[in-house]
């Protein structure tokens, strides 16, 4: 009876440290969740901006637009005397 009592109370404080442990862990995970869903509306207003501005490029500079388009697909072409369509000479 005594082991079964020595048993008993193992089990009660190992459940009682799992479920500190449990709750500790359950609060570090909402506010990782938080974390995330708040980058995640950031990076929505960011890229919602990017395509803002491309849009606005593409309408005010089509010739521009189409440049970024290609130096976007392409990268930047290099010339004959080793620079780059950036005018810079690639460093």
């Known amino acids: 009876i005594e082991t079964a009592e020595?048993?008993?109370d193992l089990l009660e404080q190992s459940q009682y440290v799992s479920a500190f442990a449990y709750e500790a862990l359950h609060q570090r995970y909402l506010h990782h969740i938080q974390?995330?869903?708040r980058t995640r509306g950031e990076l929505q207003q960011i890229f919602t901006q990017i395509r803002r501005i491309k849009s606005k490029l593409n309408q005010r500079h089509p010739?521009?637009?189409k440049h970024?388009?290609?130096l976007h697909?392409?990268?930047p072409q290099r010339r004959r005397d080793g620079s780059d369509d950036d005018g810079s000479d690639g460093d």
């Open 35 to 37: 974390a995330l869903q």
């Open 6 to 8: 020595t048993t008993r």
């Open 63 to 65: 010739e521009i637009a």
């Open 73 to 75: 697909k392409h990268g």
């Open 68 to 70: 970024v388009h290609q």
